[in-house]
């Protein structure tokens, strides 16, 4: 029996050398995984703050250019205001003049938009009463200048309400009103008025 007991112990000691080994290589093992997940786990963590960094880099680049963009709107849109504001000034400043100023600017006027120098210049009511009494020879001589000899009429048109004047020839009608040659020129001459205000 003696062999026996041996052979047990023998084969008990062996199981428990066995056993401690195995608890050992899995003990090993557990800390390679765990090394191994945590390597993983930084390597994650890493790569999402790289990406948060990209996307808020992203996100304040977009909000810079948006802000950029809302900035250049809004200095537009005050130049636009501006340049509004400076036709609207002279649309007023032509309806005020008086006098000489008034009659030697509208005869310029008419002499530049006759054509035949037999057609009829029709003013309001309110421009015609402001035209001097020599209006007519002050048109003559603007007409000369042009090459054009003025034999037409200048008559009060109660339907006219616009500061200025319309050119008629028969049927045919040239608004030359200030607000309509304001409109009219205001595509060429915004660049002009930008270029005086800014």
Known sequence: MAGI?????????????????ILEQAEQNRKQI????????EFERAAALERARDDADKSRERIVAGEKMNSRKRELAAKQQMIDLAFEKAGERLTALVGEPFAK??????ARALTTG?????????DFE???ADFAGTLKAACAAQGVSFEGKILCDEQIRASGFVVRDG????NCTFDALLRQHREALTPVV?????
């Open 5 to 21: 007991e041996k052979i047990l112990e023998r084969i008990e000691s062996e199981a428990v050398t066995l056993e401690r080994e």
């Open 34 to 41: 765990l090394e191994d997940l945590k390597s993983e786990a």
């Open 105 to 110: 600017t509208v005869a310029a006027m008419a």
């Open 118 to 126: 037999r057609e009829e210049i029709c003013f309001s009511r309110a």
């Open 130 to 132: 402001k035209l001097p």
């Open 171 to 174: 049927a045919i009608e040239t």
């Open 194 to 198: 930008a270029k005086t205000l800014f």
